[in-house]
């Protein structure tokens, strides 16, 4: 949801700067709190940068939890085997007292007297079989133990792995992608290039007196208009790249073309007088032939 609450909750615009930020895109922003609805066209390049960026981080620190999910697992699994190992060497160690001080007879019963049958309740035949039968069952289940423990690791360590090289594709294609994102112009009043009608919204507000050409990139299809501001009268054909104008809407939502935000682009000529407006609009009707084959319903005011 690409609004003013989003970029001030998500750290994206300061709260302090919020003012500034609606004030520069005042029509937008309040349009989509009133209609909650999401409008994906027309945001300035710093803004899609500032959002990329977000995306990006959100992925990567996503990433980082399992990173960091799966270092603890391989941590804590790395040391329930030291002590399944620590616990089957001990277990040994123990038998082989046992069994060395049951084997010299002489001093298992001197130690016994000595210790007044202390050494003998200690180095008992039963407590010789119990440890031999605990010695014998962590010998066979230790390496099945010890196999299952190492799989774990094995499957975190390369779920680590993977992790970290997703995270290196992710900063490669976000940094492809704001690379990609193009900067707006400063001036939209350019009598000689078309240019996108998404980034339109992108420019500082200024009033414009002038003729404009809309060309339907699909279709090579023109409308030439006259407006004393221009930038609202095309605020009046369209909400961002979406027609409201009943003229273009019908190829809008017919169209095929891959991305309907770039579907439409705009052209402004700055002029001064209402005779200077008539003259061009009639001229450019003419050499666009949007008339005949276009979006016009007249052939300009005579």
Known sequence: MRNANYLV???????AESADLISKYAIDILYRLLTDFEINHMIPSWM???LLEKEMEQKIDTLQTEITQAEAVINSTEAEMQTLKQSNAELKDNLQKLTTARGNKALFVLFSILSLGYYAFTHSKTKLEKVTEQFNESEQNTPLQIDSLNQQIEQNTERLKQNIEDIVKIKVEYRGKMNQVEPLSDYIVDSTNFVLLKKISGYDYEKIIGVYVIRNRELDK???????????RLKSHFTGTEPKNIIFAEDYYQSKFGNKEEL?????????????????EMELIAEYDSFNNGYNKTAGNI
């Open 9 to 15: 909750e998500n750290a994206i615009v300061k709260k």
């Open 48 to 50: 899609e940068k500032a």
């Open 222 to 232: 023109f409308y030439v208009g006259q407006s004393k501001d221009v930038l609202k």
């Open 264 to 280: 439409f682009e705009v052209k402004i000529e700055k002029l001064e007088t209402k005779d200077e407006l008539d003259r061009r």
